[in-house]
Every structure is written in structure tokens, then in C-alpha cells.
């Protein structure tokens, strides 16, 4: 397709050397951060044991989104990904609104992480203020991202591969006290102990499908990191296979020995579930390690959401939709601009960490995650443009990657896609979710009907 190798063009210049073992380390970086080890004590909040539901209906909606992106990426790696698909078979609107909302939701998740980061290290020295924690950790992953993309790829390996180890052994740990020692008040009794396995109702159960998506979010960026894959087809379809077994194995093994030693109603919100269940069963140290891992996680994650926006402002730029400073490179092939206004969120996060530091993380949460979900929408809807306009201008010819049980499965990703992002409106926590997205989506609008539609006839015309 001549329009698309077009938008491939035009966003040459990284540099391709990222492994497909990294690509798949960047996956599930990103999916195992705060949404896991601190979203999930919210979401148990909601559901009570029921969360278990929560974390599966979110699962299906990440497998059926991966299967659709997976099947475009193959086809078009490229840096803009899902956005840049959106403008070639949406329109340009849509590929700009995806783009910046996506943009602008990863940059407050970012500072959503590095907030995590300061209630973690809060555990160790309780006296020291959390902005001081941002400060230094932010400064340590910006120097990292504008390195080079093969120092990120490294760096992110080695925290995946920290969350992964930590995770099984808590697994393991679990299952040998829940199934093993059995000490008293552990067990799967705790399940319906409290009020039985639904004591919120089935709304409660399905409210807490809003956080098991925001914990699943950045499965994404391994779209967005193909482009600069070393061999990008190999590495997306690796990426696909592998990691949405292990994220199902991960979260749901994790929490359900989670419930089975912390009864849900002590679950808080003052330090990670994950470290309550150490401290329960009483290993000495194990709460320190498990916040540590806890702690690496969200760097993981932050580092995984720098490296994306500025990939996403990087395609912005190259496309003509915001300063084409955003679009220099480096020497070492870094978007530096791009990642240096990829910051803003750090600075949101100290601002809101000096304004109102306890129940700031819920607060970022809840304002961030509406960019997020309207890109996985977005890029539901995009399969279906891509699929039908694919048989039209390629009759005959197989995708090296096919999304299964199209149209349907596309279709009822998006249908239950756009189910939780209503949802949030009728939920108190999440409820200015939806009143300061919607705005934003007009403004955006608004701004490209005014400025850059102009801009890019005048181009055509030229």
C-alpha cells in the first residue's frame, strides 16, 4: 500500500535493535506494574473475591485486542502503530485524536508510576517526602531512555525479568502455604468467608473490570517497539504467543493465593497487597524483598511508558501534527526532544504528590486511564477498517498474521471496550474519567479542524 509506505517513510531513522526476547520482556513490563501490585488491592476493594471474574473478563478483552494488533503490526511495523493505522484507514482526525489521547494518558500513567514509587519507598524510610523519590528515580530512567533504544531494551529485560522470578517464587511461596503448611485463617475459605464470593453484587465484579484493564494497559507497547525490532514480524508474532499466557498465569494464579491468605476486606491501599501476604505468613525479610520487586515493577513499567509517548510524539511529529523538533534524532537514533516532553507527567506527579499526597495515586488513575481505553476502542475499530479495506485492495493474498473469529471477536472486543468506558461514569471513584475525556477528545478535535487540516490541504495542494 504506496499511502502507508508513505507513513513508514517518513518515520525512518530509529534505529532497529531491539531482540524479540526483548520485545517480549517490554510486553510484559509494561503490563506488570502498579496495576497488578497496587490496582489490584483497589480492585478487590470494588469486587471483594469476585475480582478473580474482574481480572478474567479483562484478560479476554487484552487476548481479543493483542490478536487484532498483532495481525496489523505484521503487516506495518512501524513506530506509530495503532495511530498510524488509524490515520491510513480511518482518517487523518482519527489518527491524530489517537495519537495525542494515547500520548497524554501514558504521560499521567507515568507519573501515576513513579507516585507507586514513593509510597514504596515510604515503606522503608516513612520520614522522607515523596517528591524526593520521584525526583531522583525520574532522573535515573530519562537518562536511560535517551541513551540509546538498545540501553532501554537492556534495562527493561533485566526489570522483567526481576517481576517474573518474584512473581513465581510468590507463587510458589502461595501455593505451598495455601495447599502445604495450611496455618490457620488461610485458605480458599476466605472466599466466601466475608459476605460470599459476590458481596458487591455482579456490579461490583464488573466495576472492577475498569482496573483490570488499567492493569492490563501497555500490552500495547510492544506494537509501538516493533518498530524498531530487529526483525519486527518475527518479533510481534513471538511477543503475541508468549506473553498473553504468561500475564493470565501471573495475575490470576497471583491473586487468587492472594484472597486465599488476605481476607479481601484487608486488602488496603496503604502498601501493596503482595507485602501484606509476606508479612502475614511471617518469613522474615520477605516483605522488604516483595517491596523491592514491587518497586522495580513500577520502574519497569515508568521506563516502558517513557519510552512509548516518545515514540508516539516522535510519529506525531514526523506526520506534521506537532513541532517537528519532536521529530529530531540523536546521533544514537533517540527521539531526545520527544522524550523530554514525555515528561510532563513527572512534573503532574510532583505537583500532585505536593498538593494532595495521600490519595494522589487513585487520583492519576482515574484521569489517565480514559486515553488509554479509548485507544483499545480505537484499535478494535481500526481492525475492522483494516480487514475489510485488506480484502478489497489485496484479494487473494493471506495475512502472515490473521486475527481469529473475525468479524465477531473484533466486534465484541469493542462492544465490551466501550461497556467500561461508560461504566466509569457511574462509578464514584472513576466518575471524572469520562467528564475530563470526552472535553478532550472535542479539544482535540477542535484543534485539528482549525490548525492542522489547513495545514495538511495546503500540503496536498503544494
Known amino acids: 500500500m504506496a499511502a502507508f509506505q508513505d507513513i513508514q517513510q517518513r518515520e525512518t531513522g530509529l534505529r532497529q535493535q531491539l531482540s524479540a526476547a526483548q520485545m517480549v520482556m517490554i510486553a510484559i513490563g509494561g503490563a506488570i ?27 479476554l478483552i487484552s487476548l481479543l485486542l493483542m490478536g487484532c494488533l498483532a495481525e496489523m503490526t505484521v503487516a506495518h511495523p512501524t513506530s506509530g502503530s495503532f495511530g498510524a493505522y488509524a490515520e491510513h484507514y480511518i482518517s487523518p482526525l482519527a489518527g491524530f485524536m489517537v495519537r ?28 522522607v517526602p515523596r517528591w524526593i523519590w520521584v525526583v531522583v528515580f525520574s532522573g535515573a530512567l530519562v537518562a536511560v531512555n535517551a541513551s ?60 472492577a473490570v475498569i482496573i483490570a484493564i488499567f492493569s492490563y494497559l501497555s500490552l500495547e507497547a510492544v506494537a509501538v517497539a516493533a518498530g524498531e525490532a530487529e526483525d519486527p514480524k518475527r518479533a510481534i508474532t513471538r511477543a503475541f504467543r508468549t506473553t498473553m499466557a504468561r500475564l493470565v498465569i501471573f495475575y490470576l494464579a497471583t491473586i487468587a493465593l492472594m484472597l486465599a491468605i488476605v481476607p479481601w476486606q484487608q486488602a488496603g491501599t496503604d502498601k501493596s ?75 503532574v506527579a510532583v505537583a500532585v504528590n505536593l498538593w494532595k499526597p495521600e490519595g494522589s495515586l487513585l487520583w492519576m488513575m482515574s484521569v489517565s486511564m480514559f486515553g488509554a481505553m479509548f485507544t483499545w476502542f480505537m484499535i478494535f475499530v481500526t481492525h475492522l477498517f483494516f480487514r475489510a479495506r485488506w480484502s478489497r485492495e489485496h484479494p487473494g493474498q493471506r495475512l502472515q498474521f490473521r486475527m ?13 471496550m466501550l461497556g467500561v468506558i461508560v461504566t466509569t461514569y457511574f462509578t464514584e471513584v472513576f466518575h471524572m474519567t469520562l467528564l475530563t475525556g470526552l472535553p478532550f477528545l472535542g479539544l482535540l478535535a477542535l484543534v485539528y479542524a482549525l490548525w492542522y487540516r489547513p495545514r495538511a490541504q495546503a500540503r496536498k495542494k503544494d
Do not use: H
Open 33 to 59: 506494574g502498579t496495576g497488578l501490585f497496587m490496582g489490584s488491592a483497589f480492585a478487590i476493594g470494588f469486587a471483594g473475591p469476585s475480582v478473580l471474574v474482574s481480572y478474567a473478563i479483562g484478560a
Open 100 to 127: 495525542y489521547a494515547y500520548w497524554a494518558a501514558v504521560v499521567l500513567a507515568v507519573g501515576m508510576e513513579v507516585t507507586a514509587i514513593g509510597i514504596y519507598m515510604g515503606y522503608w524510610f516513612p520520614d
Open 148 to 207: 540509546s533504544v538498545k540501553a532501554f531494551g537492556q534495562v527493561e529485560y533485566g526489570f522483567s525479568m526481576v517481576k517474573i522470578i518474584a512473581i513465581v517464587a510468590f507463587i510458589l511461596i502461595g501455593a505451598w502455604v495455601v495447599f502445604g503448611s495450611q496455618p490457620q485463617g488461610i485458605g480458599f475459605f476466605n472466599y466466601t468467608a466475608d459476605g460470599g464470593f459476590f458481596p458487591k453484587g455482579l456490579w461490583g465484579t464488573w466495576v
Open 273 to 347: 497487597p503482595f507485602v501484606k501476604v509476606m508479612e502475614i505468613i511471617g518469613i522474615p525479610g520477605a516483605a522488604s524483598i516483595i517491596n523491592f520487586v514491587v518497586l522495580v515493577a513500577a520502574l519497569s513499567a515508568m521506563n516502558s511508558q517513557l519510552y512509548v509517548t516518545s515514540r508516539m510524539m516522535f510519529s506525531l511529529s514526523r506526520g506534521g501534527y506537532a513541532p517537528s523538533v519532536f521529530g529530531r534524532l540523536n546521533s544514537r537514533g533517540v527521539p531526545v526532544a520527544a522524550i523530554a516532553i514525555s515528561c510532563l507527567g513527572i512534573a
Open 404 to 416: 481469529w473469529g473475525f468479524p465477531l471477536f473484533t466486534l465484541a472486543g469493542a462492544a465490551l
